[in-house]
């Protein structure tokens, strides 16, 4: 009888090494055999050893992507598309300035506001998801509607209004009108823009369009002039757009004399167009002659 791991040898009868405690074999092949074994098994070992703090590294690190992806998506589906609609209400405002057709406030208000569907926020929504679903078809997009979603369930079955202080108990959901009516409807009646919608009800609605925009983008296989020359014009000139009424937001301010709060008017457009022309222009050294012919 032998030890696989020490070697040593034993009478018969013995069947487990008094040093090594482990099992004896019946002869010095089945020894040299089982040694080989143990041999593998424990450079197999040690090589787990060292690639699991690999493998916990890069699954953390993936998971810190994921959710630094998601929060990216979830400001965009959200404030960001909902500041940004009311950016290019404003620029596409200015513009008929410059013509010489001037509109009160409270027309753009109503625009974005005025009704419980906000048609502009949801079309840019869809629009951005659309786009963006387009080139980096993130799974995190699909699903940026559930935190808004969880919030305004939890608005409808817990808080019957938001700001109970501001709206009288005739307008408030679960007391003098149904919850739905507040969130969905024409709730708040002559207060209308209603707070708690603007607050709640259409950052879930903008999520939702996002998300389905990103879902459409996915649904339609890619084609190679995604790449091409049409891109690269359609960002070229929407930067050029961008810029565009970023200059002209800078000579309206100056015109009516420049504050602190006028920073983020100017910087916003010019930010979105500069980007937009890197894109372009990344995407142009993209082009491959031979398929655009």
């Known amino acids: 009888m032998f030890c696989p791991s020490c070697q040593s040898e034993y009478r018969a009868g013995f069947t487990e090494c008094n040093d090594c405690h482990v099992h004896l074999a019946g002869s010095r092949d089945e020894m040299w055999s089982a040694s080989d074994s143990r041999k593998a098994d424990r450079h197999w070992q040690s090589v787990v050893n060292r690639v699991k703090p690999l493998a916990m590294f890069v699954s953390w690190r993936d998971l810190g992507k994921s959710a630094a992806l998601f929060t990216l998506h979830q400001y965009i589906a959200t404030l960001g598309i909902d500041v940004l609609a009311g950016l290019m209400t404003a620029y596409i405002f200015d513009v008929l300035r410059l013509f010489g057709r001037t509109f009160p406030q409270k027309t753009m208000l109503w625009i974005l506001t005025g009704t419980p569907y906000y048609p502009v926020q949801i079309a840019l929504g869809l ?3 659309w786009v963006v679903g387009r080139r980096v ?3 995190a997009m699909l699903w940026v509607w559930v935190l808004p979603a969880a919030y305004l369930t939890y608005a409808l079955i817990a808080i019957p209004t938001l ?13 003098g009108e149904s919850r739905f009516k507040h969130y969905f409807g024409w709730g708040c009646g002559d207060l209308h823009p209603c707070f708690d919608q603007n607050a709640i009800t259409v950052l879930f609605y903008i999520a939702a369009a996002y998300s389905i925009g990103a879902l459409l983008a996915r649904k339609i296989p890619l084609r190679s002039r995604l790449t091409g020359r049409r891109e690269f014009w359609g960002s070229l000139s929407t930067g050029l757009v961008f810029l565009f ?6 000579v309206l301010t100056i015109r009516q004399g420049w504050r602190g709060i006028y920073l983020g008017l100017v910087t916003t457009p010019a930010g979105i167009g500069s980007f937009l022309l890197l894109y372009a222009f990344l995407q142009r050294n993209r082009i491959d002659p031979a398929t655009e012919k």
């Open 245 to 250: 009424l970023a200059v002209l937001e800078l």
């Open 163 to 175: 700001v109970p202080q501001w709206i009288p108990p005739a307008y408030q959901a679960g007391v």
């Open 137 to 139: 078809r993130h799974r």
């Open 127 to 129: 629009f951005v998801g």
